[in-house]
């Protein structure tokens, strides 16, 4: 139980295009969903909290107009990265949490590679 | 500030061979610490939970070890095999707002 998918798993886009990942928690309600971003050989940066029917909290220095959130339902999640450069070239992890509590543990997604051209 | 300190920052080790990863916190207040093992190009995948109360758990040949007084968890690996081969990953949560602090990593290799 409690599988986390992400879709796709990688993408490669143009420079200007935008950029739509799907976060899905296949097995259990997620209230709560996390989208980090990871740079190689470093660890995960978490960039949004994202809570189900309600606006996502940005973490400082994540640009909310560029990096899209949306939590419509229970079970899905999506970022969309807006007029993508190079730089935002990068690993997309999402993760879901089982319950309502912060102690609960975060399940996580295998990850999208972004290649922006 | 709430930081999680990994060590070593890579390791590799023989087929077969033990190790032991390190791990030194300053988060507080400590609700749980958990370790994760990253295949390459995958998301973490959780190996063990561990709270307060507990001192040492166990995941096959995954030990985890928690000393709350000193603030350090080590993850301890048995007869390694190739498949070992990834980063492990250290992550503290804490109480207060429910944040996640995440360690740097340890990348291990395991050759044959």
């Known amino acids: 139980g409690a599988v986390v998918s992400q879709h796709p798993s990688r993408v490669i886009c143009k420079s200007g295009t935008s950029v739509k990942i799907e976060c899905r928690s296949l097995d259990f309600q997620a209230t709560t969903m996390f989208w980090y971003r990871q740079f190689p050989k470093k660890s995960l940066m978490l960039m949004a909290t994202?809570?189900?029917?309600?606006?996502?909290?940005?973490e400082q220095g994540v640009e909310k107009d560029k990096f899209l959130i949306n939590h419509a339902s229970l079970t899905l999640s999506t970022l969309t990265v807006t007029s993508a450069h190079p730089e935002d070239s990068s690993f997309y992890i999402c993760?879901?949490?089982?319950?309502?509590?912060?102690?609960?543990?975060?399940?996580f997604g295998p990850g999208t590679r972004l290649t922006v051209l | 500030k709430n930081q999680v300190e990994q060590s070593p920052q890579s390791l590799i080790i023989l087929e077969g061979k033990n190790c032991t990863l390190q791990?030194?916190?300053?988060?507080?207040?400590?609700?749980?610490l958990r370790w994760y093992k990253q295949d390459t190009g995958r998301g973490p995948v959780s190996l063990t939970i561990?709270?307060?109360?507990?001192n040492t758990k166990s995941n096959g040949r995954y030990t985890a070890t928690l000393d709350a007084d000193t603030k350090q968890s080590s993850l301890h690996i048995t007869a390694s095999q190739l498949s070992d081969s990834a980063s492990y990953i250290c992550v503290v949560i804490s109480n207060a707002g429910n944040m996640l602090t995440f360690g740097g990593g340890t990348r291990l290799m395991v050759k044959p």
């Open positions: 993760s879901a949490r089982l319950g309502t509590s912060g102690s609960n543990e975060q399940f």
């Open positions: 994202s809570n189900e029917g309600s606006k996502a909290t940005y």
């Open positions: 791990c030194n916190y300053t988060v507080s207040p400590f609700s749980n």
């Open positions: 561990m709270t307060f109360s507990e």
